[in-house]
């Protein structure tokens, strides 16, 4: 796009230059490559090559909004521009990926083509929210680009106090443990909440990730406010006849070492030498057996998902898991998926009107208690939810104080005195 | 109304591309029919479906940042051996889709040639380092990432190439506290070493209120300078995470000198055996040695080797760890134990031995 107009000074880049050997493909001798058609990347390179020298970093952020939106567009600005004219300003633009990050090599033409028309040509597959990365845009590109993404189909993804680009394992696509449609209740939550994720109405940001089974490859525990994990009613399918090739092929010690002293609830046992019995009321639903024999070994057929609230990093109250809300909800039909939609709208509407700025739903549970949150969107307290009952002696049960010291039965936080639709309870 | 000239705009609020239009026609048959999978070669699964379709998935690693030009080449390597599809995985591998078996030697041939890259990642190997953008592009990092990167990779290719290992080992670096590349097996991310110094004029900008609330310790007080509004850290409470750093960038938490960076073990995201775990300082004090970070490299390989030769099948490095106790893997790794590694923060008291357990 810009080219230089005066010839820019050469640049050298004596530290990065030891990064384009070894055996590991080389982002730098990709760049390298690009700065040929792209003289700005020639000048990142000089910028990126003083941060080494310095250890130090050279770029401002601030915000940049397109029309109409109110996140998707990461600015950058250059503190070296006097030197680097070409990068002062250097953006990057965050475009929804289909679900899953499958791509028709048209889609990814597409982008390309848009992408080197207005930009230095860099692409990031993907950032770690999941988001299609796109660097190398100014004040004016930035938008012309935006635009015609956006005329071509892409969206804009999501940043700052908003729901965030959603994210996915591969699902029904290629794997056979998938409990249900990861790809298709990913692209239908990003639909239905997509003016979440373009203006910024959250407490904070608000992430999801769908994993299809326990193996949680999204890693939506840790990396998200509310996971939604692939799992099964009833027993597991099992093909005995292929257990017992396994245990000829592997040995019964294999399967005692590997599969049998593994699982976490001791629900698998060896029935004669070539069968094993499980206790499916006991699985926990892990996925380890499955993934170990998966040839024998199968999820069972009446298929949904585990529900978990509140998981992020460190910072303010120390490393938090999600936690378990549902666990079973059917996820079959359209009808499941919208309800699984009205329960983040009735999370989102207790946590929006009471949760404090910057502060994540896991820590406003933290705050408020889960007993306090669950009451909040009307979900019935299960002994799924925790590890183990209270140690903590010191209670205020709200029916057993006399009337006079506040004990009369307790009104419901007014967000659920509306109609209170509580989910199907496990059998 | 009439409105001043103006381009005319596209449509807002797409919403998500249409995952199914970019689905090869294989997956798109057999969407949720699949049976089972079987391991051809490391980053070579055959994927079986009810049907008795085959569909081949050829996983590479890739540095994640690319040109358009090697992106157009991958395209170009899918339309001849995928009929136009492909996948990205969440670890920036991508997955070439073939559904002819005779097309995968080839497949792989051009992806080594044509690419550079290198064909692995499944299993129990050593897949794709979860990265952020580090000096390339955040405003934050207090070192790089696609670089150091780079530098494991280059040093642990065996380990991507081939399934060697007792399990998959996830690798993920991040270039600030705030440690946006996440839980790993293996994490190596930026400690800073004193309370962020503040740049009086520049804090005026900031929204107080906000720098003051987000301080995980509540370090952060107002005060004023030269009649002006300012703030004000307490060192002895600030843990110097870099919250404020973020809220306001004059409040300046990192330091070209003193900052190093530390390495953190045993994160697992998946509820499989025993469920996710979080990850645990190992080593601390690394110096943040660009280009290649050989410190960083040597500590990392270490981890490796004695879970290499210590872990069970399908353990994974949290999990063996765990089942040894802490106390040996330190004594296997060489690596010294000191009061830094006693947790102080939230929850500390959760992590300390409660029973009279010892390995004697």
């Known amino acids: 796009m810009s080219d ?3 010839k820019p000074e050469s640049i050298k880049t004596p530290l990065l230059d030891e990064l384009t050997t070894g055996q590991w493909p080389s982002f730098v001798s990709d760049l390298k490559n690009l700065s040929k058609v792209k003289p700005q990347v020639g000048q990142l390179l000089g910028q990126l090559e003083q941060s080494y020298e310095d250890r130090w970093n050279y770029w401002q952020g601030t915000v940049l909004n397109v029309d109409g939106y109110g996140g998707g567009v990461i600015a950058r600005y250059s503190e070296l521009s006097e030197r680097f004219p070409d990068i002062a300003q250097f953006h990057t633009i965050r475009i929804i990926p289909p679900s899953g990050w499958v791509y028709s090599t048209k889609s990814l033409r597409q982008l390309c083509d848009i992408w080197e028309k207005h930009s230095a040509g860099i692409m990031q597959m993907h950032g770690m929210t999941g988001d299609i990365l796109l660097l190398g845009t100014d004040n004016k590109t930035t938008f012309d680009a935006a635009e015609e993404l956006m005329e071509a189909g892409w969206d804009l993804g999501g940043s700052g106090a908003a729901l965030r680009t959603l994210a996915c394992c591969v699902g029904d696509a290629y794997c056979e443990s998938s409990c249900f449609d990861t790809m298709g209740v990913t692209k239908y939550l990003t639909d239905r909440f997509i003016s979440h994720l373009h203006r910024p109405e959250l407490p904070y940001k608000f992430k999801f990730k769908l994993s299809g089974c326990a193996n949680d490859c999204a890693c939506s525990i840790q990396r998200s406010d509310m996971p939604v994990i692939g799992t099964w009613k009833g027993p597991m399918q099992i093909d005995q006849k292929e257990v017992g090739k396994f245990i000829k092929e592997h040995g019964v010690d294999y399967v005692v070492n590997n599969v049998i002293t593994r699982c976490p609830t001791q629900a698998i046992q060896m ?4 069968e094993i019995a499980v206790d499916n009321g006991n699985c926990v639903r892990c996925m380890h057996c499955i993934n170990v024999m998966h040839k024998a070994l199968r999820p069972g057929k009446q298929r949904g998902a585990t529900i978990l609230i509140g998981g992020k990093r460190t910072l303010k109250i120390g490393d938090t898991m999600s936690s378990m809300i549902v666990p079973f909800i059917p996820l079959e039909t359209k009808e499941d998926w919208e309800k699984l939609g009205d329960l983040v709208e009735k999370i989102w509407e207790f946590w929006g009107e009471n949760g404090l700025e910057h502060e994540r739903v896991g820590e406003f549970i933290e705050r408020v208690g889960l007993g306090t949150f669950l009451d909040g969107v ?18 205020k049960f709200e029916e057993l104080a006399p009337g006079r010291m506040g004990g009369e039965p307790r009104k419901r936080p007014s967000v659920v005195d509306k109609e209170i639709e509580t989910f199907e309870k496990a059998e | 109304m009439s409105v001043p000239e103006q381009k005319k705009k596209a449509p807002r609020d797409n919403g998500a591309p249409d995952h199914m239009k970019n689905l090869h026609p294989l997956m798109l048959k057999n969407y949720g029919k699949w049976k089972y999978y079987e391991k051809v070669r490391t980053g070579v699964l055959k994927r079986v479906a009810e049907s008795g379709d085959v569909l081949y998935v050829v996983r590479a690693g890739s540095p994640r940042t690319m040109s358009i030009i090697t992106v157009r080449k991958i395209c170009d390597i899918a339309d001849k051996y995928c009929q136009g599809f492909l996948r990205f995985t969440s670890r920036a591998n991508v997955e070439f889709l073939v559904g002819n078996e005779k097309d995968v030697k080839p497949l792989i041939k051009a992806v080594e040639k044509e690419l550079g890259w290198p064909v692995g990642g499944t299993g129990a190997s050593i897949s794709n380092v979860l990265h952020t953008q580090g000096w390339l592009h955040c405003n934050l990092p207090g070192t790089d990432a696609a670089g150091s990167v780079k530098a494991l990779m280059d040093m642990l290719y065996k380990d991507f190439v081939k399934e060697k290992l007792p399990q998959r080992v996830k690798i993920s670096t991040s270039c600030c506290s705030i440690n946006c590349g996440g839980q790993s097996d293996i994490a190596i991310n930026v400690q800073h070493h004193h309370p962020p110094r503040i740049d009086n004029k520049g804090v005026g900008v900031c929204e107080h209120p906000k720098v003051v609330a987000i301080c995980p310790v509540a370090a952060i007080r107002p005060s004023m300078f030269d009649g002006k509004a300012s703030l004000e850290v307490v060192p002895e ?14 409040m ?3 330091d070209a000198k003193t900052d190093t960076l530390s390495i953190w073990i045993g994160g697992k995201a998946a509820s499989t055996r025993k469920g996710p775990s979080f990850m645990k300082l190992a080593v601390w004090g690394l110096p943040n040695n660009a280009p290649r970070w050989p410190e960083v490299g040597e500590a990392v390989k270490t981890i490796i080797e004695v879970y290499r030769k210590g872990g069970r099948p399908y353990e994974r490095l949290g999990e063996w760890v765990e089942r040894i106790g ?3 893997f330190f004594e296997l790794t060489g690596f010294p134990f000191t009061k830094y590694h006693i947790d102080d923060f939230k929850h500390a008291r959760t992590t300390l031995n409660t029973s009279s357990h010892v390995r004697l």
């Not at chain 1, 029935?271 to 070539?274: A, N, R, V």
């Not at chain 1, 009307?378 to 209670?395: C, F, K, S």
């Open chain 1, 4 to 6: 230089a107009k005066k």
């Open chain 1, 378 to 395: 009307g979900i019935e307290p299960l002994a799924e939810m925790v590890i183990h009952p209270r140690t903590n002696p010191y209670i």
């Open chain 1, 271 to 274: 029935k004669g030498s070539k």
């Open chain 2, 237 to 250: 409470k600030c843990m110097y995470c870099g919250a404020c750093h973020g809220q306001c960038p004059s």
């Open chain 2, 326 to 328: 802490w106390k040996r």
């Open chain 2, 252 to 254: 300046e938490i990192r």
